[in-house]
């Protein structure tokens, strides 16, 4: 006798099918549980003020002082006397210390009892046109002006090379740059009115230390005078 099989009842019918959905289903609970994400929850502190009706307190036992009231003013007189004033008073008299139009002046200053002083402006000339410029020590041997002022330049730019000293801080930041720095030479050859203008206050400095530190000099002369000579010259620094 041969079995028939129902194709309603086949179990593996649909296999295919039923594996698809539940893999679906796993890859979707899957994806779910990985993006699954959970914040914590602050904790919170609540507190309750309580009130106590039956709140008791002592009261401080104070001890009350009886003072005395302050006696009562004095009594006016029932009587008051008018006395005639018969005293005589002196009145000061104060004099007035202006002076009027014909008040007369007893001392006069003559004219020639006052002493007048003069005093000489210093002439300020330029390096460039002064008829003798200052001397450097050194430079004495020096014939002409222009031989001159070549030594003086030349002995200015050997005194920065010996004292230049490059500053420790500067150094470390990498601070370089070209300082400008002018000076006056005065009537007596000593070097004043040093300013200074660059990158860094560190380097100013420097450069000022090294300006100062100049040597007294021959001071310049224009007309048969000593005058002032102003001088200006850039020092750079750099970092090699």
Known sequence: MQVKKNPKVDL??????????????????????????????DATTLEVAQAVDDLKED??????????PPPPPPAAPELIEVVDDSEEIEETIIESTETSQESVIEEAIAVDDVEVDEVEE???????VIEN???????????GNDERKACFQKMIQEHI????????????????????????????????????????????????????????????????????????????????
Do not use: H
Request: glycine share 6%; proline share 8%.
């Open 133 to 143: 410029v200052p001397i450097y020590p050194g430079c004495e041997n020096a014939v």
């Open 12 to 41: 593996n019918r649909n296999s295919g099918l039923y594996f698809v959905m539940g893999l679906t289903v796993v890859l979707f609970l899957t994806w779910r549980a990985l993006e699954y994400k959970s914040y914590p929850k």
């Open 59 to 68: 009261v401080p036992v104070t001890e009350v002082l009886k003072t005395t």
């Open 122 to 128: 210093e002439i300020i000339v330029p390096f460039a």
């Open 161 to 240: 090379r010996q004292q230049f000293s490059y500053p420790a801080s500067a150094l470390e930041l990498g601070i370089k740059g070209k300082v400008y720095v002018q000076f006056m030479i005065n009537s007596k050859g000593y070097v004043e009115a040093i300013r200074t203008r660059g990158p860094d206050k560190m380097l100013e400095r420097e450069a000022q230390r090294i300006i100062a530190s100049l040597p007294t000099m021959t001071p310049g002369m224009q007309r048969g005078k000593s005058v002032k000579v102003p001088y200006s010259i850039p020092i750079n620094f750099l970092i090699q």
